[in-house]
């Protein structure tokens, strides 16, 4: 059964001074633990990461073998058909592996109870800034890095940026900074909530979220 939850943000500016404006989110969370529907969400999106290309031919598919390597009787030695059997150098491949597709359902509202309960569990290190995506006109890595030092932002772990919308000026500001990694709303997931150790929103994220997740 699911319980209602509100959390509310304070919401910071550019030097990391408090607005009037506070972003409340409802959230539905489990009454028991949620762990295993992230656990599962998570084990998703592992498996879909995975390319399933991996080929070995079998002893058909190998080039050659098609004449006998030597007679069947007299020869003195252990009889052979073709040498691209597999107990052959260069033959075929026993049992190898093929191209697969390997995938996890998930329902929709699974998913969004596990990122509902992961925004939940980690809303003690949720910080919402005003205006970040178009808070970048040109590209300036020390711009955000002055940013992140008003708003105590720990870069030597893991940071979640999630915004609205990716805009040039964001993107190119953050990409050289190590454990930085930034997405959009719509894009949202479980395996990059876990990972984080800090997460930073923007007040149109957050309308973005309500929408998406917890409609």
């Known amino acids: 059964m699911t319980v209602q939850k509100f959390v509310t943000y304070n919401v910071l500016d550019a030097n990391g001074q ?6 409340k989110l409802e959230l539905k969370v489990l009454e028991t633990s949620g762990n295993y529907l992230i656990h599962k969400d998570v084990t998703r999106q592992q498996i879909q990461q995975k390319q399933g290309t991996v080929s070995a031919k079998t002893r058909s598919e190998v080039r050659g073998g098609g004449r006998k390597p030597w007679r069947q009787k007299g020869t003195g ?14 033959g075929g491949v026993i049992f190898g592996p093929k191209p697969k597709t390997i995938s996890l359902k ?20 949720i910080s919402v800034i005003d205006n970040l995506e178009n808070m970048f006109e040109t590209p300036k890595t020390k711009v955000f890095l002055d940013l992140c030092s008003k708003c105590d932002v720990d870069l030597s772990q893991k940071v979640l940026i999630v915004v609205s919308k990716k805009t040039d000026g964001l993107k190119l500001s953050t990409r050289n900074v190590k454990n930085v990694e930034l997405i959009s709303a719509s894009n949202l997931n479980t395996l990059s909530l876990l ?6 929103l923007t007040p149109l994220a957050v309308n973005e979220i309500k929408e998406t997740y917890c409609g």
């Not at 408090?18 to 972003?23: A, P």
């Not at 030695?77 to 260069?90: H, V």
């Not at 929709?108 to 290190?125: A, D, M, V």
């Not at 990972?195 to 930073?200: D, M, T």
Request: glycine share 4%.
């Open 195 to 200: 990972k984080a150790k800090q997460i930073l």
């Open 18 to 23: 408090q607005l009037n404006n506070e972003q």
């Open 77 to 90: 030695r252990a009889r052979a058909g073709s040498n691209r059997s597999p107990l052959w150098k260069g």
């Open 106 to 125: 998930l329902n929709k509202k699974e998913r969004q109870l596990s990122l509902q309960t992961l925004l939940y569990n980690k809303r003690n290190i």
